[in-house]
């Protein structure tokens, strides 16, 4: 990196505390840093790191440079997004050397660009189309009909299923698998009769899933990921659902078949959302909640089943009042 404080803020923005002509020449966590690096800090737990860390500075917030002053600051309004820009600049996404593996199985009947590359052992069957400078990784598999646009990365081991359609610069995880069979099932008294699920999956451009996660066709019609949405490791979307633009799921979420969450919303680990139910745009998930019914735009919510936040701490407040009410006794 080899760049001054100073020259940082100019390229980054933010403001100097301290000295602003100090040279860092690597990013390290607080724990690990030399005297050279310059350490994030970016959440108050990382303040006692902060006293002993050997960090010639720290990229910190507002709120928290009041509490630290005994090191330059390079003080940002955004620092998660000060430090993703750096990393980016310092560790750029490589170059595509394009080429299938010998070991890679590549229909004749598919229509794979020249500049993509295919790695060992991944399989692309028949009718399957991918778009340039895509990478399909080792023992990935694009199945029959499946298209894949331009500049994706799919991990190794994935799987996009048959006759689901990919956007440009869409990421799949190690592990995922796209266009799985819905959990379609119709009770009978013989048994669980199985709904054959016939729809696909659509991923938007700038769609990324993590590993293992998995998205669902629709029984009938599409399941849909918007632009730009996030779905963090082991993610489970059911069919016919649909995820909304700039929407980010974190890991272990589930959404049961034909729920919606609106763009912009955020779900928090292990949050479940019930079949047909709507979160609605800008919405925000704690995490580990039941969503058992529609939520409001721009509504924050939590618990089991959720409600919202203030709701749910004022209950939890009166039932920890209470039990420590029956100890007393």
């Not at 840093?33 to 720290?58: C, I, K, M, Q, Y």
């Not at 649909?242 to 974190?250: F, S």
């Amino acid at each position: 990196m080899h760049r001054s404080l100073a020259q940082l803020c100019a390229d980054f923005g933010g403001t100097i505390k301290g000295e602003s002509e100090i040279v860092v020449t690597g990013l390290a966590t607080p724990e690990q840093a030399g005297p050279e690096d310059l350490a994030p800090l970016l959440h108050h737990r990382f303040l006692v790191a902060s006293t002993t860390s050997r960090a010639a500075a720290f990229l910190i917030d507002e709120r928290l440079a009041a509490r630290v002053t005994d090191r330059p600051l390079w003080v940002h309004p955004r620092p998660r997004l000060a430090l993703a820009r750096i990393l980016e600049e310092l560790h750029p996404e490589p170059h595509v050397l394009p080429g299938i593996d010998p070991t890679a199985r590549v229909s004749a009947m598919s229509d794979v660009d020249p500049s993509c590359r295919i790695e060992a052992m991944a399989v692309i069957e028949d009718g399957a189309v991918v778009a340039a400078r895509t990478v399909v990784g080792a023992r990935a598999l694009v199945g029959i009909g499946a298209r894949i646009g331009q500049d994706c990365r799919l991990g190794p081991g994935c799987m996009v299923l048959g006759g689901c359609v990919l956007g440009d610069r869409v990421r799949i995880g190690p592990g995922a698998v796209v266009g799985s069979d819905g959990f379609g099932f119709v009770p009978t008294d013989q048994g669980p009769c199985r709904v054959q699920q016939t729809g696909h999956v659509v991923l938007e451009d700038d769609v990324e899933i993590g590993a293992l996660a998995a998205v669902d066709r629709g029984a009938i019609g599409e399941t849909v990921i918007r632009r730009g949405a996030k779905l963090d490791n082991m993610v489970h979307v059911g069919h016919n659902a649909e995820v909304g633009q700039h929407a980010m799921l974190a890991a272990q979420c589930g959404l049961a078949g034909s729920s919606r969450v609106g763009a912009g919303a955020l779900l928090g680990g292990q949050v479940g959302v019930g079949d047909h139910l709507h979160v609605g745009p800008g919405a925000r998930i704690a995490a580990k909640s039941g969503v058992a019914g529609d939520v409001p735009a721009g509504a924050t919510y939590a618990g089991y089943p959720a409600v919202p936040r203030s709701k749910w701490l004022r209950a939890w407040a009166t039932l920890l009042r209470s039990l420590d009410a029956r100890r007393g006794r």
